[in-house]
């Protein structure tokens, strides 16, 4: 597996889908919303034709870019929102690796050493994500 670029950091939360969606979405009036997250292509391009008459397309697209890793969502697929925009999606398992790395600094069970070969980063990172709880704890 190759090198983070960056150490994920917990702060950044799943943002509460928005209103307009729940409300005027048209993925709100599907018989089985689960064709939205069927790995099957039939209902792929079902829940993605759905999508591109969709009222709030923009407004779901612009949530899911940040938010959403799994699904259909504003007619596109999850890698199609990666490549639609820089920022990472944050994944399950990307909060958990930075739960573990904030529990292993804060512990101070391991030196900084120890954590960047753990996590397989350079020391200056680790250095540079502690400033950031610290900065964060003042």
């Known amino acids: ?6 150490l994920p950091y917990t702060n950044a939360q799943v943002e509460q889908l928005p209103k307009i969606l729940i409300q005027e979405g048209m993925c ?7 064709i939205f997250f069927s790995e099957e292509i039939a209902e792929q391009e079902i829940a993605i034709s759905l999508c591109s008459i969709c009222p709030v397309l923009e407004h ?6 940040r938010n ?6 504003a007619g596109t697929t999850p890698s199609e929102r990666q490549t639609l925009n820089s920022v990472s999606v944050i994944t399950p398992e990307f909060r958990r690796e930075a739960a573990e790395i904030r529990f292993d600094i804060e512990s101070e069970i391991l030196t900084v050493t120890q954590i960047a070969a753990k996590y397989r980063v350079d020391e200056r990172s680790i250095y540079r994500y502690k400033a950031r709880l610290r900065k964060e704890a003042s």
Not at 1 to 6: E, G, K, L, N
Not at 29 to 34: N, Q, W
Not at 68 to 73: F, H, K, L, N, R
């Open 1 to 6: 597996m190759a090198a983070p670029t960056q």
């Open 28 to 34: 709100n009036d599907v018989v089985d919303p689960d």
């Open 60 to 65: 779901c697209l612009e949530y899911a870019i």
């Open 68 to 73: 959403e890793m799994y699904g259909i969502w």
